[in-house]
């Protein structure tokens, strides 16, 4: 007696996954340029939504954006004053991670900013500075991160500032800033 069995398999195929979260950390920012009297570390803080669209498969590709608030800026010391320039923005990184299976991630993008205030703090005084700094700040984010339980993740980002912040016209100044921020992913 002969028998025939025919049998099928079928992957189940995720799709397109987007997945929303919260983010919040610690920034580290200079400001570099002609002017090497701001190239004190300040610390400051980034809070922000985040969004990932994710294709679900291993070691692949995945799309974010975000919306942070971050504090930025630098501390100086010039001609017996010492302060601090907080320049707070309103950033969108656009990025693209490459993930492996494990949960690990590097991640390169573009940055745009939109400066929302400029305080210049010195011997108890604070002046706004922001007629002084360019409104809109263009950078170049790199960065390593891991997610774990596909929830909580912890990201590691530098952020280069490719344009000018100065607006005076015979300076050129760009912030650098350190990120290391943790994120909440939604179920």
Not at 59 to 85: I, L, Q, R, T
């Amino acid at each position: 007696m002969l028998c025939a069995c025919v049998c099928f398999t079928q992957e189940k195929k995720q799709g397109v996954r987007p997945s929303f979260g919260i983010l919040g950390g610690v920034t580290g920012s200079t400001i570099t340029g002609d002017d090497d009297s701001y190239s004190k570390l300040l610390i400051g803080w980034q809070a922000g939504v985040l969004m990932f669209v994710d294709c679900g498969t291993p070691d692949h590709f995945v799309f974010g954006a975000e919306a942070n608030v971050s504090s930025e800026g630098s501390k100086y010391e010039d001609v017996g004053v010492s302060g601090k320039v907080i320049l707070t923005y309103l950033n969108v990184p656009l990025m693209v991670q490459l993930r492996d299976h494990l949960g690990f991630y590097g991640e390169l993008g573009i940055q745009p900013g939109f400066l929302l205030s400029a305080k210049d703090k010195y011997n108890g005084i604070t002046d706004d500075y922001k007629s002084y700094v360019n409104s809109f700040d263009f950078g170049v984010p790199i960065g390593i991160g891991y997610i774990v339980n596909k929830k909580v993740g912890i990201n590691l980002r530098y952020i280069f500032g490719v344009s000018n912040m100065n607006k005076a016209d015979n300076a050129t100044d760009h912030n650098r800033v350190w990120a290391l921020r943790l994120f909440y992913l939604f179920p």
